[in-house]
């Protein structure tokens, strides 16, 4: 069973740090592409940041850029999201999600259609 799982969400104040993990099951294969979506009440969902499982490359959204960094270590099959300076727009569910590239050759991580899911974790950053 494909399964996703997410831990490390929690409450900050303005300008804290939360390190997210992604946690797959064995049916994610090391290849796969691994994003970051969050979902904040009466906002549309956002692409927060991915990671290449082909070559580590990396998208973030010009919202985190320079503050949130993502990294995978495939022995413990996990994706973690380091969010620093955090704001209270930051606030929000985190979702973490597994795209397969294998019929999308070329694409960067952020092209891709994800369709593997966790529960999501929640993020709240109070000002």
């Known amino acids: 069973q494909i399964q996703l799982v997410e831990t490390g969400g929690g409450l900050v104040h303005d300008g804290g740090s939360l390190r997210l993990s992604c946690v797959a099951s064995?049916?994610?294969?090391?290849?796969?592409?691994v994003s970051w979506v969050r979902q904040a009440p009466q906002k549309e969902r956002e692409g927060v940041s991915c990671i290449s499982g082909s070559d580590g490359s990396t998208y973030y959204a010009d919202s985190v850029k320079g503050r949130f960094t993502i990294t995978r270590d495939n022995a413990k099959r996990t994706v973690y999201l380091q969010m620093n300076s955090l704001k209270p727009e930051d606030s929000g569910t985190y979702y973490c999600s597994a795209a397969d590239p294998t019929y999308s050759a070329g694409s960067a991580c952020n092209e891709l259609k994800y369709d593997y899911w966790g529960q999501g974790t929640q993020v709240t950053v109070s000002s």
């Open positions: 064995e049916f994610i294969e090391d290849y796969y592409a």
